[in-house]
């Protein structure tokens, strides 16, 4: 039974094939100088950038059989199909539109729906024929542009694919609705809105991202201001965010800053500095390594995990109002006023228990909501932990 179903499946498969459409395939060239700035503009049509070494700019895409009028010359083929192409002194501009606006087709056949896609961009037949009552397969119509190497790519794209098959020195990135895929980037501008966009090496970003998924491999400096997101990387050195209602994954970074609301933030390994502001963060730590210098938190209504069994030398200094505090080291209260006569020189002051009035928990034991503590040698280097953190769970172990 199983071989017969595999073969019907395979008969049904090769017939779907026989009676696929040919694709006949068009294209265009113009020359650019080196180093230009390519400026692609497209809406609702699925587009693969590739790079080669001659000073040109080649577009290519298909025609199917029922669109082969022998009667169109090529340019009245890409006027058809809404293209153009145009090449300036120290640029090119590309102008793409897979439809005229979000409701419907203009490049498709009459015989074709009107149904567009936003996010798959397929532009598909419902109707029946009488005759045979067989129904036409959906399609995508896609757009392939080489560009020289070492071109400037300045893309704005909405309800599209777009895939970025070789490196890219500088790419500036303006889209919705779409989906992109790319390689290494040395300077990446982008600005997204519901879209996903996936990188493998960024140098340099700057990233404005809103209702969508970033994500890439090594990242040596991003500045990132995100709205209702995922953004996950594998490795940082230096990242500034503004985070409000994401939740942020990350393997090991070096150093982060910023300020995050609402959301969530794991990270892996942390190897130099943390430094956040904000409130209903939730921030997890995994490991801190011994290189570890500062962790600086300023936070509310949230859940803190920082382990410090690996950790040979640091001190840490807490403040936080009712909030849970687990600890592997003794917990020494401070006074309130107690930062006032540090300031003014006092050395020795004994420290005391507070009323109970806004005490942390611990262990279901009142602690102060201020105190220090610290394990091994730290007058040399060491890492230091301060935090501010009120209505916290808080957990050092």
Not at 221 to 240: M, P, R
Not at 294 to 317: C, Q, S, T
Not at 342 to 349: F, M, R, S, Y
Not at 366 to 387: A, C, M, N
Request: charged content about 30%; glycine content about 4%.
């Amino acid at each position: 039974m199983k071989l017969y179903i595999t073969t019907i499946a395979i008969f049904m498969v090769t017939a779907i094939h026989a009676q696929d459409k040919k694709l006949k395939e068009i294209s265009t060239e113009v020359n650019v100088t080196k180093e230009a700035t390519i400026r692609i503009v497209n809406v609702g049509r699925n587009i693969n950038i590739k790079t080669w070494a001659q000073p040109k700019v080649k577009l290519t895409t298909n025609l199917l059989d029922e669109e082969q009028d022998k009667n169109k010359t090529e340019e009245e083929w890409w006027s058809y199909l809404n293209i153009s192409v145009k090449a300036f002194s120290n640029r090119v501009e590309i102008n793409s539109r897979g439809s005229a606006t979000f409701s419907g087709c203009s490049t498709c056949p009459n015989s074709w729906s009107q149904g567009y896609s936003n996010t798959s961009n397929f532009y598909s037949s419902s109707n029946s024929s009488n005759d045979n009552n067989k129904t036409k397969g959906v399609r995508k119509r896609v757009l392939e542009i080489i560009v020289p190497e070492g071109s400037k790519l300045d893309i704005d794209s909405k309800g599209s694919d777009i895939v970025l098959n070789n490196n890219a020195d500088e790419l500036i990135l303006d889209i919705s609705n779409t989906t992109v895929d790319a390689r290494d980037v040395k300077k990446l501008r982008l600005r997204s809105r519901f879209s996903t966009v996936n990188f493998l090496n960024i140098n340099t970003a700057e990233v404005e991202f809103e209702n969508g998924t970033f994500k890439a491999s090594d990242i040596t400096d991003l500045d990132i201001d995100s709205k209702t997101s995922t953004v996950e990387f594998e490795n940082g050195k230096y990242v500034y965010i503004r985070s409000q209602n994401d939740n942020y994954s990350i393997e090991s970074i070096d150093k982060i800053e910023g300020r995050k609301l609402y959301g969530e933030m794991r990270i892996e390994t942390l190897n130099n500095k943390i430094d956040i502001e904000g409130n209903n963060a939730d921030i997890k730590i995994h490991n801190l390594s011994n290189e570890v210098e500062l962790v600086k938190l300023n936070n509310k209504y949230a859940d803190i995990r920082l382990p410090v069994k690996n950790l040979k030398n640091y001190e840490v200094n807490f403040y936080g109002l009712y909030s849970t505090v687990f600890t592997p080291f003794e917990k020494i209260p401070v006074k309130k006023d107690e930062d006032e006569k540090e300031a003014k020189g006092e050395k020795n002051v004994t420290a005391t228990s507070q009323t109970a009035s806004g005490l942390s928990n611990c262990n279901g034991k009142p602690s102060p909501l201020k105190f220090t503590g610290s394990v091994g040698d730290v007058k040399g280097k060491h890492t230091r932990f301060e935090l501010v953190c009120h209505s916290c769970t808080v957990d050092f172990k």
